[in-house]
Structure formats: structure tokens, C-alpha cells
């Protein structure tokens, strides 16, 4: 229940991003920074309560992640009456405090519950991990669907609220539970030997990709509605789309056990990002309904297994890190994709799509650009278009537009679409990597878990 309350949370903020960008006027490379707030938090502070989930327990921490979730809802809803008193800074900034106690919550969250299966299940770990993590589309697609027939009548702050009933439903389910401990704290391994663990060549290797998972499926995810609804000329087909491939994972979630025991986890990531790749280049140059389907079917396939297997992999190889590894690979995925995803996306669409107007339509450009520049780490800084303008003509049918209006929109579009092309070269990289993992491996005899055995700390490879 708590997976799916933050997958409720980041579906419903999928479906009004562009009611804040209409509403406050942010530009995307600003409404990009506003998601990955909502991203950032959540990977500190995994890696912090991963290394007091064992000392802290279990329960305290997902109170205390009840209690973030529920103020950053609250916090989130008060970004219009901030606007009416202290304009567009200070809604992002209600909005940005909001969404940092959002992924705050969503930290505390995954720092008990992934270490909480690994530990339950530790004969089939990638299996249940997988089942656990099928929580987070489930509520993709509730958050989706309350966007999709909430859009155009019901104003955002009513779809916001919805994120409150799985946060209290899972607040009130873990009174009075009894939690126990990561396998390492049960076996007797100490503090530092669970550190120890990050000396080993293979774990980086796993968290540096995993940083690449947090970039292309979380930092994709949150703007995959947006930019397929602008394909399709429809911010409700972009929902739509957006739960149907959220729906595929959360079935595909199920089935993982199965696929793992005949291409083994290395392999299965070696798939999926292969799929991911294809689905995202198909996706950067899908015109209409039945293309954009295909691409984000292929797409939906390729991301469904990277994040929880992943840690499955993790869990399965280094046991010893207990809470500690497993809390470090989800925290550096979420930063990847709240620090690089969110707004690198953002600031792609910005660029190309800024671009491209100012070499078709110059005069055009200088009445559409944002007031301010954006810039995303070291690349050069620019001027986006203003979100409030590009949103009243993604509002208006093609009839309706003027001339420039079209320059425009297709200059929007061409953001959009470009954007997901260059984005299609992280997953490359990632099946790649995988392909090396899988030689390894091969070479060793085969991927094999291991396992804690007795007190003395020492572990066994069995097969």
C-alpha cells in the first residue's frame, strides 16, 4: 500500500503538470526542476534510513513516512492561494517543498519495505520484489485514470487530494504491527561489515547503472503523459496511454519468477533495456494512435523488470549489506532521476524545441520565449518557451491555430519527440553493461545467489 501511494502520487502529478505550467506559467525545464524534487528527497534519504532501518526499526520509520506523505499533500494544495499572494515564486516554492516531503516520504517508505520482502522471501528474492514493486504501477494507473476523468472538470487540487487515501489507508495498517529484521542484523553481521560490502568492483558497477534505471524510467515517466498527449493532440489519450503501459508492469510484475529461472536476472535486464531503447526511439518518431500504442508497448516491456530486479540482483549477491546495499542502489536511483531525469528531460525538451522555433520562426521565438533562462548542469543556458503560452496553444485545435501558432506547436512537438530519441542512448549504455554482467557471470559458472549462513558472518554460493 505504501508503493502504491507514491505511484498514485507521481500518476496524479503526471496528468496536471500542464495545468501548473498553464496556471503559474513555468516553462518545462522549471516544471522538469518541480519532478525531480519530488525525486531528489527520496534517494537521500533511503540511503540514510537504510542505515538506520536496522537501529531505528522498521515501524518507527513508516510512521514517519505517513507523516511526510500527509504534509506534503497539504503543503502541495496551498500552491494556488501561495500564487494569489506572492505569484509564480512562490507557488514553486509550495510546490517544490511539497514534492521534497513527497519523495522524503517515499524514501522512508522503500528503506523498510525492500529489505522487509528480501528478507521474507530469501530463496526468491528478484520473484517477490518484482510483486512488491507491481504496487508502484497499480498506483500509476489509479493516480492516471483520476487525472483522465478529472481533466477539464475538476480543478488539481481535487486530484492531489485523491493521494491521501492510500497514505492514510497504509498509516493506519501498520498500527500495531510487528516488523522484523534485515537477514545480515538477524545473522549477527556487524555495521561494518555491511559497509564493507560497497568495496566490491561488481556492486559499483550495479549502483552506477542503477542510476542509469532512475534516469530512463523514472525521469522518462514523468513526462511520458505529457509529451505523448502532445503527439497524440490530446492531454487525455497521453493518460490514457500512459495507463495502459502502467498497467502492462503491473501484470508483467507477476511473472518475473518464471522469465528468472530460464534467462536468469542478468538476463532479464539485458532484455529489458534492449526493449527500452527500441520503445523509446519508436515513441521519438511515432505519428498517431496505433504507432504511439506500439512504441509504448515495447517501451512499457522494457522498464517493467529494470528497477526491481535490480535490487533483487543486489539482495541475491550481497547479503551481508543487508538494508544498507539495497537502500543504496534505490537511493541512487532516485536521485539519478530526480537530479538528471525529471530536469534533464525537461531542459531536452526546452532546447530542442526553443531551438527550433528561433531557426523556423525567429520573430515568432521572441514573443513565445520564457523571461528567464534555464540552464541543467554544464550544458549552455537558454530560453525556454513560456509555459502558459505554449499551453494555450496546445489548447486550440489545428483549425483554430494561427500561422504562428503552428510554428509553434511543431516546434513543441519537435522538443518532445527529440527529446525521447536522445534519451533512448541511456538504456544503450545500460544493455550494455548488462552484456559484460552476463560474461561475468557466465564465466564464474552462472549467476547464483548467496546466502548468510550461521553467525559467523561467512557466505556460500548455492545454486
Not at 506572492?86 to 517543498?97: Q, R, T
Request: aromatic residues 12%; positive net charge; hydrophobic residues 50%.
Amino acid at each position: 500500500m505504501a508503493i502504491l501511494a507514491a505511484g498514485v502520487g507521481f500518476g496524479v502529478r503526471g496528468g496536471i503538470l500542464a495545468d501548473w505550467g498553464a496556471q503559474y506559467g513555468f516553462t518545462q525545464t522549471e516544471l522538469g526542476q518541480v519532478t525531480g524534487f519530488g525525486l531528489v528527497g527520496f534517494g537521500v534519504v533511503i540511503l540514510i534510513g537504510a542505515l538506520l532501518a536496522d537501529v531505528v526499526g522498521y515501524g518507527k520509520l513508516m510512521i514517519a513516512a505517513f507523516v511526510c506523505h500527509f504534509v506534503s499533500a497539504v503543503l502541495t494544495l496551498f500552491a494556488t492561494a501561495a500564487f494569489a499572494k506572492g505569484g509564480k515564486d512562490a507557488a514553486y516554492a509550495c510546490l517544490k517543498w511539497g514534492m521534497i516531503l513527497f519523495s522524503v516520504g517515499n524514501g522512508l517508505a522503500e528503506a523498510v519495505v525492500n529489505p522487509l520482502v528480501a528478507s521474507l522471501f530469501p530463496k526468491n528474492r528478484t520473484h517477490y520484489l518484482n510483486i512488491l514493486h507491481a504496487g508502484w504501477p497499480a498506483g500509476l494507473v489509479l493516480g492516471a485514470l483520476a487525472s483522465y476523468f478529472m481533466v477539464g472538470k475538476a480543478r488539481w487540487e481535487i486530484q492531489w487530494a485523491l493521494f491521501l487515501i492510500p497514505v492514510v489507508l497504509y498509516g493506519l495498517m501498520c498500527i500495531g504491527q510487528h516488523f522484523p529484521k534485515s537477514e545480515a542484523s538477524e545473522k549477527g553481521v556487524s555495521f561494518g561489515e555491511m559497509l564493507a560490502e560497497f568495496a566490491a568492483p561488481l556492486l559499483l558497477l550495479l549502483l552506477f547503472i542503477h542510476a542509469l534505471v532512475g534516469y530512463v524510467e523514472l525521469g522518462t515517466d514523468s513526462w511520458i503523459s505529457n509529451i505523448t498527449g502532445n503527439i497524440l493532440a490530446s492531454p487525455q489519450s497521453g493518460l490514457l496511454l500512459f495507463v495502459y503501459t502502467s498497467t502492462l508492469m503491473f501484470l508483467l510484475r507477476f511473472t518475473a519468477g518464471p522469465i528468472v529461472h530460464k534467462i536468469s536476472p542478468p538476463g532479464l535486464l539485458f532484455v529489458s533495456a534492449c526493449f527500452g531503447t527500441v520503445g523509446l526511439l519508436l515513441l521519438g518518431n511515432a505519428h498517431g494512435a496505433v504507432a504511439c500504442v506500439v512504441a509504448a508497448t515495447v517501451y512499457g516491456i522494457g522498464k517493467t523488470f529494470l528497477w526491481p530486479t535490480m535490487l533483487g540482483v543486489v539482495s541475491d549477491r550481497f547479503p551481508k549489506g543487508g538494508a544498507i546495499t539495497i537502500g543504496a542502489v534505490g537511493g541512487i536511483g532516485m536521485l539519478s532521476a530526480g537530479f538528471l531525469g525529471g530536469p534533464g528531460i525537461g531542459y531536452k525538451q526546452d532546447f530542442y524545441a526553443s531551438r527550433n522555433l528561433q531557426q523556423t520562426a525567429p520573430a515568432v521565438y521572441e514573443q513565445y520565449k520564457a523571461p528567464n533562462q534555464n540552464q541543467f548542469l554544464f550544458f549552455p543556458a537558454i530560453f525556454g518557451l513560456e509555459g502558459s503560452k505554449v499551453a494555450a496553444v496546445r489548447a486550440k485545435s489545428p483549425a483554430q491555430r494561427t500561422a504562428d501558432e503552428a510554428k509553434v506547436h511543431d516546434a513543441d512537438l519537435h522538443g518532445g519527440r527529440t527529446a525521447l530519441k536522445v534519451t533512448a542512448a541511456v538504456p544503450a549504455v545500460m544493455a550494455f553493461l548488462y552484456l559484460l554482467i552476463m560474461l561475468y557471470f557466465r564465466s564464474k559458472g552462472g549467476y547464483k545467489p548467496v546466502h548468510i549462513e550461521g553467525t559467523g558472518h561467512s557466505a556460500r554460493e548455492v545454486a
